[in-house]
């Protein structure tokens, strides 16, 4: 019986016999021939069934053969560089393991509501297989960014006690008689994490119950959120740097048939080098009112804004100090200027805005206390938060970067849902 | 100024001066010595303050220093077998950046509930620290392992639709005027991803709201599950025992000093390696009933049984083809004896019980119908899982790995709370 191989090592088994397991993708006859494209999850691979070379039966069934139908095709691999892949399939045997039914799938436009519908079924389209490889290379990049450099994994929990920061956003549950809330950020564990392990990390989904349909807005989207012990707002922009930069060359450097699939231009994602442009956030202002940006001084930048703010730049600009009203209790002020947070949002070029928002921590106790109450939260609740003030402080720093706003940065995707295997969205909890 | 490092690379500076930055673990002193253990999250280090080599104030605030303190110590590194770490550090000078108050976890004994309230501080203890680097190694080696056999992460949403399977163990969400469930498993997703992408897997929180107060339930814990189109049983089992091996001895080769630090005997996971006896459920229960116990055949194993049955074997047992009628509807049954399923459970040795189910998915349509119907689930919700089909049905296979259950074997613990840095449990919620 020939050797069992996945299509992606197809180069590997020239001018032997194989066998591919796989899915018929389209097929198109010529005369004597069928040309059928098998495609077994790693690739696709044009099969070709030469009529002088099978039995009559199978070079007729062919014909019967529908989209989607398993097959398991036996030939000698060759080189062809017209063909998908680089390579061909000269088939001798092929056994149809079930003629699948009309596929809902077809190459003819859909809309958008009926593919998600199909999501489980959309996932085996050319786009979204190269869309989905990419998101894990992104998230492999990450995790080994980290891991190299000596970080410790914190899983965060999921389940959080207290509503915070208000329950406007927060899903919550039923938990044995109280309350639990769905994490929106594993920010303060990691700061506990940083005081024990130096230097930590978490990677996990996070959760807002935003109503926005927007395609910048997830219900469920994945965060990895460093956090650095004795690092300040300068090492933590110099560490976000060369995050964002590792994790885009590397992408380009192994997903260069992925990103062809897609047609991504990748001219943008190739200047993605260190160092980024650091401005402060009254010269961020100052950008905007340069072109004409209607906006008042003080407010949080909305998308448009971030937009224009990044096309002053060739590469993601990270824009620090923002006014400290406007960002969480948790911020350590500037102490040149205690109406900005010592705060750092890093945006995406090619208008894709915010990817990564971070800072240094608020490190004296008696401020932290002041600023819990200052923004009206229950101070019982933050009691174990505050105890990293009480023993052994020191400054600290971290960010978070939500992973599918990267991944529709580096795809070139209009919309979230394309970024996330299963998306979960105000409307949508299915399949 | 002398170079920041951190104390796991002091070995690279031996005789030079050096800066670390950390917290003080414990201290005492001896005549004109101070000797400080110096943690950075990294490694401890001894820094030994010398009256001749310090002015006499600094040598008198060593006195003073309390225990978590944040301290920046210069000094020069010297080789020190008898040392933790096997380096010292020869201080030059010394600077105390807050004094912690009295800190609560000294080193005499604790309960387990006082520690669980300050698991945010507990976290910088040796052996929690070491046991959460064995689980941070046990996670990269998983991933690794996928990573390098072409396997594409495919994450599973955390929020489903339906409860499938009745809601006594399921946490419930109000998801915009509808309910929303938390996952239990990824597994009916990553068998739409198996036919899109050849092998998945996914790695996530899951979650149970069951109300069992034993040492072997988290209600949210982290499982990875693979899954594989045209794969049998056969083939699950040797996916199995590749995996679980690999994950042990990559611990056992990178994370020897975090073992010695929990004082873990590790003679019996040096035979973790593969073959893993394969044994029937039949041969399982032929196994209890010479070893006495009571069993009733048919049912279920218990957590005894599974050590009984474990104690037979020198390594990980891999259990097959339980009564189709106490496993899940999806399990395909074998056609040798319909009433067993293709199904397997690997035991870890140890008394540590089940760590994988898994085992080979019903994949003829009509079957799975009526299973559907046989344990009167709603097919509506399961139309998209059918899906799979009826378009291009092929055999498959995948299991779920419970990565708590693992770290707590691997690291001995005698409960599962420690395997995890914030453990929820049916009373703890928090910090």
Redesign the interface.
């Known amino acids: 019986m020939a050797e069992?191989i996945?299509i992606?090592d197809a180069g590997d088994h020239v001018g032997q016999e194989v066998s591919v397991?796989?899915?018929?993708y389209n097929k198109r006859s010529a005369g004597k021939l069928w040309f059928l494209l098998v495609r077994?999850?790693?690739g696709i691979i044009q099969s070709v069934v030469f009529k002088g070379n099978v039995n009559e039966a199978l070079f007729q069934e062919c014909e019967g053969i529908t989209q989607?139908?398993?097959v398991v095709v036996t030939g000698t691999v060759s080189e062809d560089k017209r063909s998908v892949g680089g390579f061909e399939l000269q088939v001798s045997d092929l056994q149809v393991?079930?003629l699948?039914?009309e596929?809902p799938i077809t190459p003819k436009e859909h809309g958008t509501t009926f593919l998600m519908d199909?999501r489980?079924?959309w996932?085996?389209s050319v786009k979204?297989?190269a869309i989905?490889?990419i998101?894990?290379e992104i998230?492999?990049a990450c995790?080994d960014f980290f891991?190299g450099r000596?970080f410790?994994?914190?899983?965060?929990?999921?389940?959080?006690?207290n509503a915070c920061e208000g329950t406007t956003t927060l899903?919550?549950?039923?938990?044995?008689g109280?309350k639990?809330y769905?994490t929106q950020s594993g920010q303060l564990?990691m700061e506990?994490?940083?005081?024990?392990?130096?230097?930590v990390y978490c990677f996990?989904?996070t959760?807002r119950?935003e109503?926005s349909k927007t395609r910048r807005h997830l219900?469920?989207f994945?965060m990895i959120e460093p956090e650095v012990?004795?690092m300040d707002l300068d090492g933590d922009m110099d560490l976000a740097e060369d995050f964002v930069s590792h994790v885009v060359q590397t992408v380009l450097k192994n997903k260069q048939a992925e990103l062809k699939a897609i047609e991504r231009d990748t001219t943008a994602l190739e200047r993605v080098v260190k160092p980024f442009p650091r401005i402060s956030y009254d010269e961020a202002v100052a950008i905007l009112k340069k072109n004409n940006v209607e906006f008042e001084d003080g407010n949080d930048f909305g998308g448009t804004d971030e937009t224009v703010i990044s096309e002053a730049f060739d590469r993601p600009v990270m824009v620090h100090r923002y006014p400290a009203q406007i960002k969480a209790f948790y911020m350590k002020q500037d102490p040149e200027d205690e109406s900005k947070a010592l705060c750092v949002d890093v945006l995406a070029p090619e208008g894709y805005g915010e990817i990564i928002g971070g800072g240094q921590r608020e490190d004296d106790l008696a401020v932290l206390q002041r600023k819990i109450k200052e923004h009206e939260l229950p101070e019982e609740a933050f009691q174990?938060?505050l105890?990293?003030r009480?023993?052994?402080?020191?400054p600290h720093a971290g960010f978070g970067m939500g992973i599918e706003r990267v991944v529709s940065w580096i795809c070139g995707l209009s919309h979230l849902r394309e970024a996330?295997?299963?998306p979960?969205l105000?409307?949508r909890?299915?399949?």
């Open positions: 069992r996945y992606s397991q796989g899915w018929l077994d999850g790693t989607e139908s398993s393991q079930q699948a039914e596929y199909h489980h079924l996932l085996r979204q297989n989905l490889r998101r894990h998230i492999r995790r891991d000596g410790t994994l914190i899983d965060a929990p999921v389940f959080t006690p899903f919550e549950t039923e938990y044995f109280s639990a769905l564990y506990s994490g940083a005081m024990a392990f130096g230097k996990g989904p959760f119950a109503k219900t469920e994945w012990a004795y174990w938060y105890d990293l009480r023993y052994g402080t020191v996330i295997p299963f979960r105000m409307h909890l299915s399949p």
